[in-house]
């Protein structure tokens, strides 16, 4: 069992928007302001797409946005694309033993 | 550019050791916060361990005591020695950079590591 929970899958039309959730506690996302989302195809290495709740690295998308309240941080895909379809698995920084983060079990995004 | 090109994976027998090696450029190793992250087939990402740029390590619970984390300054690359491996320590093995709050800004393409008999 993950230490995030995330739902196991969401789908969306193209050009909707969708929103997936991930759920922690005090000792993780509701503690601190490391939150960050990733986008994983089939077959390839994951992909940061959201850092420190809120912040796109270079390059990524502006339809991409995250956010945080209180021990549950979300991310936001408007515009949705074909291209979108993938894994996202959210991570936090943690107080507990796992001094490298905790990730949620992921979320299987389905364009329709 | 950042790349990170991870080597060493393969099948090994229970209770067998392996070493996975992870060269980088665009960057220096040492100069930054280090981690593999491992994916069993068919699961999600778990952390496994960290190396600091000060040189400290740590490690996950699952993996503590049989794997060490270490890095080579001067031909840039990082290192995961694995003993005593166990069938549940089959995955994909990531070498990842992070950023300060332990993000994982840039990922390697992934080395498999099967551990079975």
């Known amino acids: 069992q993950s230490a995030l929970t995330q739902p196991a899958s969401v789908s969306g039309s193209p050009g909707q928007s969708i929103t997936i959730s991930c759920t922690g506690t005090?000792?993780?996302?509701?503690?601190?302001?490391?939150v960050s989302w990733y986008q994983q195809h089939p077959g390839k290495a994951p992909k940061l797409m959201i850092y420190?709740?809120?912040y796109r690295p270079s390059g990524v998308s502006t339809r991409f946005s995250g956010s945080k309240s209180g021990n549950a941080a979300s991310l936001t895909i408007s515009g949705l694309q074909a291209e979108d379809e993938a894994d996202y698995y959210c991570?936090?920084?943690?107080?507990?033993?796992?001094?490298?983060?905790?990730f949620g079990g992921g979320t299987r995004l389905t364009v329709l | 550019e950042v790349q990170l090109v991870e080597s060493g994976g393969g099948l090994v027998q229970p209770g067998g050791s392996l070493r996975l090696s992870c060269a980088a450029s665009?960057?220096?190793?040492?100069?930054?916060?280090m981690s593999w992250v491992r994916q069993a087939p068919g699961k999600g990402l778990e952390w496994v361990s960290v190396i600091y740029s000060e040189g400290s390590s740590f490690y996950a619970p699952s993996v503590k005591g049989r794997f060490t984390i270490s890095r080579h300054n001067s031909k840039n690359t990082l290192y995961l020695e694995m003993n005593s491996l166990r069938p549940e320590d089959t995955a994909v093995y990531y070498c990842?950079?992070?950023?300060?709050?332990?993000?994982?800004?840039?990922w390697g393409q992934g080395t498999l590591v099967t551990v079975s008999a």
């Open positions: 990842v950079r992070d950023l300060i709050g332990g993000e994982h800004d840039f």
């Open positions: 005090t000792n993780d996302i509701g503690g601190y302001n490391y």
């Open positions: 665009g960057f220096k190793v040492s100069s930054n916060y």
């Open positions: 420190e709740v809120s």
């Open positions: 991570s936090s920084y943690t107080s507990t033993t796992t001094l490298g983060g905790v």
